[in-house]
């Protein structure tokens, strides 16, 4: 992997740190918009009319809670994606949530377009891919890429 290729990926790594900042402002909202069906739920606000008016709380409730959860996923996938690409780790991982990103328009748009790219570079792609000698101790190769421990097989004995 040349210098370039390994500055966008520096670059790239801190601009998730700030994506996951930005997204942060959707659970913000989502809470704000849940406590306002709260509000209507208790009959907080002036000017309640009573009767069925009161069930209409349990609607920006719903949906306050949902936006809550899809933010505060949005802000750990990007925070992870982050340091993923921070240590060249979980490729796949990393492409996955930069096509996730694609949906914030326009800035996410734009961080998880140029991740894509350069993470299709078979140079990049080459970067996370662990050596091929560079087995954990104690395990041995099987058919199918497969790795088991061998810690627990006996040598050579069957032991009954």
Known sequence: MNHDDERQLRLLSRLHYVGAVLAGVIPVCGALYGAFGVAILLGKLPGRVPGPGLAIGWLPLGMGLFVLLVGVTAVA????????LRDRKQHSLCLLISAMNCVHFPLGTLLGTFT??????????AAFTPPRGSLPPNT???AGGTHYPTSHLTSGADSR
């Open 77 to 84: 996938l990007n925070l992870v994606c982050a340091r993923s």
């Open 116 to 125: 894509l790219i350069l993470l299709c570079r078979p140079e990049v792609r």
């Open 140 to 142: 041995q190769p099987r």
